[in-house]
């Protein structure tokens, strides 16, 4: 399996870093301070390979507190939120897709 440092890394619009907490699984993002947050607001957005990159690269050597770094699109709307790109990340962040049947 090739490292997420050694693939291409092709942007073609805004992105960010994102991963899971090592001690919970925990989907997180990878914010300008260098440090983690679950909210995906507080997240640094790179918007040219060379910045995703150093920030990929950073993130994949905490792999304390984070595994899996990678590179997901992001969204920016009207008012300065900050959406998924895609159904992958929309999936990560809010949860599973259908109605899940309740639990006695």
Known sequence: MT???QQKIKITGP???TANRTDDGVVI????SGGWSTEL???????EADPARALLAESVADDIG????YIAP?????????????????I??????????AQA
């Open 66 to 69: 984070a595994v899996g770094a």
């Open 29 to 32: 993002y990878r914010t300008g």
């Open 41 to 47: 607001a507080d997240a640094a957005i790179v918007r």
């Open 3 to 5: 490292s997420p440092l």
């Open 92 to 101: 990560r962040k809010t949860g599973v897709t259908i109605a899940l049947p």
């Open 15 to 17: 992105s960010v870093v």
């Open 74 to 90: 992001v969204k920016l709307g009207g008012d300065g939120a900050v959406i998924p790109g895609n159904l992958r990340e929309q």
